[in-house]
């Protein structure tokens, strides 16, 4: 079947098989491999985009569902050149070493901070743990949040 | 894609140079690979632990829409098995699987559903055997294998069935007597690296019989030797690249796709993807052996160490893989980082029909530290000593001998690391009542916190780093300095995530001098093996691997002028094998050079709930010389993570040898809600023999972590918690 959708602020289509989820599609249909796809059961938080603005895991939602909807992926935070405000914090803070759960990561943050400008502790903690990291033990991701909050 | 240099030298702060990539999600993986054309690969696994193959009818399969090849071991043109230190494990199963999930068939489809679909339609008769799952019975029941795969390679040849391996580590008089003997038997799950990055690739035939294989691993050329002799072809025409590596933590040294893929590209003569989803990534690599420890320590009143005996039991499931190495690792590092006169220790590993167990961080040297740092504090608590006071009485030093007959010549400051880590402050006691989300348990505790307990708990460990017994373990490294004075290195070092990409260019920028250097891809086709990105060993063999090439370039140049392009390789110190019957070492080490750290760890239970909270840890880490801080802050806060994991929550459970929790709903890994803040103090202490002083620093954290949060738990219950992970039924009820 045929969808269209808005993904990072450009009109897409795409042909998709029924039982494909929105990460599939992303990934293999629409050149975005950005999103991860570490469980493909909403449990490590890797696929995370931004549905008509809401936090979400790409992998627990059909590319059926996103048809006639807004999609923000990673891809589309920064610009070319231009890293988004959280993605530079990620780095420079060290908060990435693998980095699979990073592109997850850094949406969940912009999401978090969009709510919550000056997050407490507490707050990230939560806002994040849905968010599996398998390499940092989260110190320097904590870290970066609060940098990028400032 | 080449990657330019970041600024920074040896010993700077340095930012990663894939780190903007990483978080914009242009680095690509393994699994975002394309190619036009590409097929789907997909494998059909066994159902059973054990099982005899009666028959396969790949008719159905083979008619199945969009499907190109359905391959089984007789489409398998040249070795029909492999394994990393031993041929023991079948490309794809021959009359027999021995593991949940091994390798029976491959498809190759036009989309990745379609392969599954037609994998679904592949009929495969079994004939169920009954499972080896018990690992104290191995010993006495039908040989899972016909060949004596690890015999005839220097190990004792122990006529026993199903033995991997069996070392005994004899040293002076086991039996000398002490003040006070304490005992105890522990035991440990099965851990997963639980890497993100699912093992993935891509394989390209070349159109002239030859396929380049794209794939996230950490010993590009070792995985070439295994591939191409299976594929019946010359290693020259197998070039292994390395794509982005979503973690590895020993998960990666053995092959999982990277044969299977190249079998249906060249078959179908088309480019062949390979991911696997979460739950085949649990059957598709080796895990961490599970062990049972029966241990007895002898100290003298004073608490000197007089006797250690120890013997473990390993489970390395179906196959080999690098188990006689765990299995030596395990033994040479039973007794701590402490000086003992007269010990006597066994260490077995044995075949089962469990899941495959091979490397993951740490290497043998966890499951012996959980063991023995819980003798010593018992050994505290019958003395009436500071459990620190018994461990600094007992510290190694250089100069001390080991069990194995090996005097330590390098660094270990073991005293300076228990003083620094027992310096460090406490976090005073939160007051009652609280936010749930600081409660054991999290936003699960229903209560008001009457049941809270508190605990501190200490340990220190020790590990090996680089390869040990004798294995030639060198690094390669290829320089081209152009006329410019720019310059490009060629180095095949994995870089899963641990950072040596910024190791090697620091390492380049300060023996040229010049920021204006960049690293080639990493790939087998233009430079020598670098070894594996495991064992510790990484940091240190490419940094003295580049330094060597660096080096070696610039008196090139100055002789003949104009452009050079020159390889070197570097070699740490020779080590010698362990004798067979006495565990000695033959020469003078069997080891090249070690590290060590030391933990505080504060833990809250619930004794009402079972639940159970890590408040904070404190740990000082032996580093040598910090290449890049910011680094080896991120490897050590890592490494207690997966530690304290194992300590907590993390075990593969098993019925009959089949996995039953392959999944992160039911495989737990710390959260950002279970993780607590880490204080981290870098001893720097250089290592002699190390190209800058450096030393490896993945595995420590995790090597004592595990030890140190139950430690932590034993002090809050006064329970003996002699099994990892602890359970809720284990702390509820005091």
Known sequence: MKIELTVNGEQREADVWEGESLLFALREKLGLPGSKNACEQGECGSCSVLLDGTLVCACLVLAAQADGHDVVTVEGLGATGEPHPVQEAFVEAGAVQCGFCTPGLVVATVDLLAHSPQPSEDEIREALSGNLCRCTGYAKIFDAVRLAAQ | ?734
């Not at chain 2, 010993?139 to 899972?144: K, S």
């Not at chain 2, 001098?513 to 240190?540: C, E, F, I, K, Q």
């Not at chain 2, 039911?666 to 803040?677: C, E, G, N, R, S």
């Not at chain 2, 995790?702 to 932590?712: E, F, I, L, N, Y």
């Open chain 2, 1 to 734: 894609m080449s990657t330019t240099l970041p600024l920074g030298r040896v010993g700077e702060r340095v930012k990663r140079v894939d780190g903007i990539p990483k978080t914009n999600g242009e680095f690509a993986y393994s699994s975002d690979l394309f190619a036009a054309g590409m097929l789907w690969g997909h494998t059909l696994r066994s159902p059973h632990s054990h099982a005899r193959i009666v028959e396969i009818d790949l008719a159905d399969a083979l008619t199945s829409p969009g499907v190109h090849a359905v391959l089984t071991h007789e489409d398998v043109p040249g070795q029909k098995r492999y394994g990393l230190e031993f041929p023991d494990q079948p490309v794809l199963a021959l009359d027999r699987v021995r593991y949940f999930g091994e390798p029976v068939a491959l498809i190759a489809a036009e989309h990745p559903e379609q392969a599954r679909r037609a994998a679904e339609r592949i009929r495969v008769a079994y004939e169920p055997l009954e499972p080896l799952v018990d690992p104290e019975r191995a010993l006495e029941q039908e040989p899972l294998h016909d060949e004596r795969w690890t015999h005839g390679h220097g190990y004792r040849d122990d006529p026993r069935p199903n033995v991997v391996r069996h070392l005994v580590i004899r040293h002076g008089d086991p039996d000398a007597e002490g003040a006070v003997s304490v005992s105890g038997v522990y035991e440990l799950g099965i851990q997963d690296q639980a890497f993100l990055g699912p093992e993935s690739g891509l394989a390209v035939p070349d159109g002239e019989g030859g396929v380049d294989i794209y794939v996230a691993t950490q010993w590009l050329h070792v995985d070439r030797d295994q591939v191409a002799p299976c594929l019946g072809l010359p290693p020259e025409r197998v070039r292994i690249h390395l794509a982005g590596v979503g973690g590895a933590f020993g998960g990666r040294e053995d092959l999982s796709m990277q044969i299977h893929s190249a079998l249906l590209a060249l078959h179908t003569e088309r480019p062949v993807k390979m991911v696997y989803n979460r739950e085949e990534s649990f059957v598709g690599h080796v895990h961490r052996h599970p062990a049972r420890i029966w241990a007895e320590h002898r100290a003298d009143a004073d608490g000197r160490l007089v006797s250690v005996r120890m013997r473990i039991l390993l489970d390395g499931g179906a196959y080999a893989s690098s188990s006689t190495a765990v299995t030596s690792n395990a033994a040479s590092f039973a007794c701590g980082p402490y000086a003992v006169a007269n010990a006597l220790i066994e260490s077995t590993c044995v075949y089962s029909n469990n899941p495959p167990c091979g490397a993951m961080r740490g290497f043998g040297a966890v499951q012996t530290c959980f063991a023995s740092e819980a003798q010593m504090d018992k050994l505290a608590d019958a003395l009436g000593l500071d459990p620190v006071e018994l461990r600094l009485r007992n510290a190694l030093a250089p100069g001390d001998v080991l069990p194995t007959g090996q005097r330590i010549d390098g660094s270990l400051p073991v005293a300076e690391v228990i003083r620094r880590a027992a310096a460090l402050p406490v976090p005073e006691l939160e007051p009652l009542p609280r936010e749930a989300i600081r409660l054991p348990g999290g936003a699960g505790n229903t209560t008001r916190g009457e049941g809270v307990r508190r605990g501190v708990g200490f340990a220190v460990g020790f590990k090996n780093i680089a390869y040990s017994e004798g294995f030639d373990d060198y690094c390669a490294a290829r320089v081209r300095l152009r006329e410019d004075g720019s310059a490009e290195v060629h180095c095949a070092a994995a870089e899963v995530g641990q950072g040596v990409t910024n190791v090697i260019l620091q390492v380049a920028r300060t023996e040229l001098a010049t920021d204006d250097v960049v690293l080639a891809p990493h790939t087998t086709a233009s430079v020598d093996s670098s070894g594996s990105a495991s064992a510790s060993r990484m940091t240190w063999m490419a940094a003295g691997a580049v330094q060597l090439a660096c080096r070696a370039a610039l008196e090139e140049r100055e002789r003949t002028g104009g452009e050079v392009d020159v390889e070197r390789i570097y070699r740490h110190v020779r080590t010698s094998p362990l004798d067979p019957e006495t565990g000695q070492t033959t020469g003078e080490r069997s080891h090249v050079a070690f590290a060590c750290a030391a933990m505080r760890v504060v833990a809250e239970v619930d004794v009402e709930l079972g639940l159970t909270r890590v408040v904070w840890i404190g740990t000082a880490q032996d580093v040598g010389a910090a290449v890049n801080p910011q680094a080896v802050e991120g490897q050590i806060e890592g490494g207690t993570a997966q530690g304290l994991g194992l300590a907590l929550m993390e075990e593969i459970q098993t019925q009959g040898g089949l996995i039953t929790n392959a999944s992160f709903t039911d495989y737990l890994i710390p959260t950002a809600l279970d993780m607590p803040p880490v204080e981290s103090v870098l001893i720097e202490d250089p290592e002699p023999s190390a190209p800058y002083g450096v030393k490896g620093v993945g595995e420590p954290p995790t090597v004592v972590s595990t030890a140190a949060v139950v430690a932590a738990l034993r002090d809050a219950t006064g329970r003996e918690l002699t099994r990892v992970p602890v359970r809720p039924d284990d702390i509820v009820g005091l």
